[in-house]
């Protein structure tokens, strides 16, 4: 992808424009973003999603039993039918899992990282539905893909904005609006993180959100301490050999600290171990029971590859690779494997591709380091057979 390209998806800036000027900072509306987009799904097929147990969904009603009302999915077959003819939305997460010509709006996007995309959620609304004045921690491309949405966008929101008394929906108690559109299928909307938004279906309406993932510093903190509690010993310890004797043994002075501050910078400055943690947490499978492995044989996977055998990423699995040192790490929903710099090129095949076959692994399943990888993610359950 060249960043300097004007994209139609971007309202014809390049993507070097759009990451300089909108991303994170501020939003964008673009008219025609995917010209005659039409949802690939209907609302009778989003509504059939609702009801599996597999998929995580929601309706938000605004004139409920309460004033915005939750109900949490999986829902039973006759929960639509009893619903009012007006103000209510339902919401159903990673709608690209588990249908495949939503994950192909994710290829839009190809300009940022793909591990920073989280889902696909799409919304179904009836006149007037929405889930009222709120803003997100994340990014969100807002697509339109069916009917009509107002949006209305207002002001910057932190943890301290003032919300709503509602035990399960963040709603916020004042809302300032500054700009709004109607969204027509094919329109979106880019919203940074804490910008306020709310959005109402004048009809019959779906709307795609394509979201992001984002560690907030307290689970960077916590969770790669965590992780790299793993592999220090116990005898590593807070040490002080060379202190000064005590003029006062109940204070802590200042050199305490400094011995702290060298044993955090030693530990937290590992980069190899940063890198590891992080290409992990990003790939970490929203559904991890959807990957669930093959046991197979390196003799069998590469007898069924040369029969014509094909493979595919899980839908559920997620994908990066990185380079740590001179070697290179490939991340599989959550697990990390180092390889040799020569497999480079495979690993983007592994990552990107449609499709692994033996035309484009060709070379690649006489070099053992690779074929051995290719068993281990089939095991693992990040790749999988094509016809299964
Ligand atoms: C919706 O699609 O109704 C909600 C999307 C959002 O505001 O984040
Ligand atoms: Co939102």
């Known amino acids: 992808m060249n960043p300097d390209t004007p994209l139609q998806l971007l309202g014809g800036l390049t993507p070097r424009e759009f990451m300089r000027d909108y991303w994170q900072k501020k939003p964008l509306l673009v008219r ?30 605004e004139h ?18 009893e619903l009012p003819e007006r103000d209510w939305t339902l919401l159903v997460q990673a709608v690209d899992q588990f249908v495949p010509e939503v994950a192909e709006v994710i290829e839009q996007f190809k300009f ?10 799409i919304s179904f609304a009836v006149p007037g539905g929405g889930v009222g004045p709120h803003f997100d921690n994340y990014d969100v491309f807002l697509l339109q893909g069916l009917g009509k949405r107002r949006w209305q966008i207002g002001q910057v929101c932190d943890s301290e904005s003032p919300m709503l008394q509602h035990a399960d929906l963040k709603i916020l108690a004042e809302f300032v609006k500054t700009e709004e559109w109607v969204l027509e299928p094919g329109d979106m909307l880019y919203l940074p993180p804490l910008l306020a938004h709310c959005g109402t279906a004048e009809d019959d309406c779906m709307t795609y959100s394509v979201g992001f993932r984002a560690p907030s510093a307290a689970e960077v903190l916590t969770h790669f301490t965590d992780f790299l509690g793993q592999f220090l010993p116990e005898e590593e310890r807070y040490s002080d050999a060379d ?16 011995r702290l501050k060298a044993l955090l910078n030693e530990h937290m400055g590992d980069e190899r171990l940063l890198m590891t943690w992080f290409g992990q947490y990003m790939t970490e499978p929203r559904y991890p029971e959807r990957i669930s492995g093959t046991e197979i044989e390196l003799q069998d996977l590469l007898s069924n590859l040369e029969d014509g055998a094909v493979l595919i990423r899980n839908p559920s699995a997620r994908m990066a690779w990185s380079e740590v040192g001179e070697d290179l790490v490939l991340f599989a929903s959550g697990q990390s494997r180092l390889l040799s710099a020569d497999l480079r090129e495979l690993l983007k095949l592994v990552c990107s591709a449609d499709a692994l076959h033996i035309d484009n692994l060709g070379q690649w399943l006489g070099n053992e380091e690779a074929s051995c990888l290719l ?8 790749l999988e057979f094509a016809d299964e």
Do not use: C, H, N, Y
Not at 113 to 120: E, G, N, Q
């Open 243 to 258: 202190a000064a004797p005590s003029e006062d043994p109940t204070q802590i002075q200042r050199d305490a600290l400094e």
């Open 375 to 382: 068993v281990e993610l089939v095991k693992q359950g990040s």
């Open 32 to 61: 025609q973003a995917i010209p005659g987009f039409e949802s690939p799904i209907s609302p009778d097929e989003l509504a059939g999603l609702a009801l599996e147990e597999e998929v995580e969904s929601r309706l938000v009603l």
């Open 112 to 121: 940022l990282p793909k591990w920073r995309i989280d889902d696909v959620m």
């Open 64 to 81: 409920g039993s309460q004033p915005w009302e939750l109900r949490r999915g999986p829902f039973a077959e006759d929960a639509f039918s």
